[in-house]
C-alpha cells in the first residue's frame, strides 16, 4: 500500500483525514517493534525518541545515522524488493540502536558513533543477532494466512544473513557458530 497523493487532508473533514491516515507508507515495516523501542526509550531517558526509516536511491556512507532525538535508519532501493532481506537489515540497523541505547543522553558520544567508520565485531554480531532473533520471533506472531509474506523460517533467515554478510567472513563464521548454539538450547 502507498501513500495517496494528498500530502495533508482537510482538517475540517473526517472523512479526508482518515483516508490519509489509514494509509500505511510502504516503508513503515516493524512498526510496531519501533514504537516498543521508543517507549522503551522514553521510559528509560526521558527523551521523545523517534526511529525513521528512509528509502534511498544512492549509495549511502552509513546505514544508521544517530541524533540526540532520533535515529534515521536508510534502506536502498535495491534492498528493498525482497522483504526477507528489507526486514532483516532494518532489524539490523535496530541492533545498533539497542547495543547503543546506553549512549543515547550524551550528545558526544553519539557524534563519535557517526564519526566512526566501521562499527566492531561484537557490535556487528549483536546486531545480527537481534536481527535474526527479531525476525524470526515477528514471523512466529503472523498466523495469518494474508501475512505470508512476513513469515520466514529460522533456515530462510539464516541463508539471507550469511548473504547479506558474506563480504566479512570472520563475522559469518561467528554468527553461524552463536546461532547455532541457539538453536541446539532451543
Ligand atoms: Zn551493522
Redesign the pocket.
Known sequence: MCRPNTKYPDWDSPEDCARVFSYVAEDNYLAHSIREIEKTILRKHSINYHILIFKQGRDIPF?VFFRKNSCEIRIQDIEISSIISVRLRLA??I??LIYNIDLLPNSEKIDALNRRGT?SLE??LF??IFAFEMIKEKSGQYHDDMYKDYQFTPSELKKTIAALTSDIPELNAALNKRIRLAEAQA
Open positions: 546505514k539490523h540497523e541492533g545498533h562499527a557490535e556487528e546486531a545480527w
